[in-house]
């Protein structure tokens, strides 16, 4: 079965500064992997998916992120965050496409001026 | 671009009573759907693929006597919480896959159950 580890449950920055998002994987073949946002009394929104090919990935929002099998790792970065990217930030992993997909257990993500 | 829908958005109930969440998308047909289940701070957790026309598939320790789940059409799937007690009290959320090709995963806003 698959799994996914987001070892930082509340990470702050400030506005400008970088930003990487941790994830690690688990899964028996080649994984699908997403990154999804939640902000408060919305739902998901999808910012990159890594299926195949060139494992940097770019996604909305200015964000990407990088596929490392060796690592087993799907890291999300962004070179500058913005206030209206404070957030929660979900890794996930699909078997077979979106036939199931099992979520991290987020990073809260707050921006300071 | 695609939207999903949930009506309502928040709910309050009587312990005993049943709720029904509805899972509409609105700009395309989803054959199949899932609803998640999401506690305060924690992750979704995959309770059912619903598939339309098909009984649901339920993820090992969901009760499926509990959370019925209704696939009537392509763009409309249902979760009724049975005789709801305190403990169902959570964020659900339910997601549409997209038949067109690309079968991407579109979410729904969430629906926040509170069992008094």
């Known amino acids: 079965a698959q799994s996914v580890t987001q070892p930082d449950i509340h990470i702050t920055v400030s506005e400008g500064a970088s930003l990487e998002l941790r994830c690690n994987y688990s899964?028996?073949?080649?994984?699908?992997l997403f990154w999804y946002v939640q902000s408060p009394g919305q739902g998901l929104q999808l910012l990159l998916k890594y299926f195949s090919g060139d494992t940097l990935v770019q996604g909305i929002k200015g964000f990407e992120a990088e596929f490392k099998r060796s690592q087993s790792s799907f890291n999300l970065r962004k070179p500058s965050v913005h206030w209206s990217d404070a957030a929660e930030y979900f890794c996930?992993?699909?078997?077979?496409?979106?036939?199931?997909?099992?979520f991290g257990t987020g990073t809260k993500l707050q921006v300071i001026p | 671009g695609a939207v999903v829908s949930q009506h309502p958005s928040w709910v309050i109930c009587k312990s005993g009573t049943s709720v029904k969440i509805e899972c509409r998308s609105l700009?395309?047909?989803?054959?199949?759907m899932f609803w998640y289940r999401q506690f305060p701070k924690q992750s979704l957790m995959l309770m059912a693929t619903s598939n339309e026309g098909s009984k649901a598939t339920y993820e090992q320790g969901v009760e499926k006597d509990k959370f019925l789940i209704n696939h009537a059409s392509l763009t409309l799937s249902t979760l009724t919480v049975t005789s709801a007690h305190p403990e169902d009290s959570s964020f659900y959320i339910c997601s549409a896959r997209d038949d067109r090709g690309n079968y991407e995963q579109y979410f729904g806003p969430g629906t926040r159950l509170t069992v008094t």
């Open positions: 899964y028996g073949a080649t994984p699908y």
């Open positions: 700009d395309f047909q989803a054959t199949t």
């Open positions: 996930a992993v699909g078997a077979g496409g979106y036939q199931k997909v099992t």
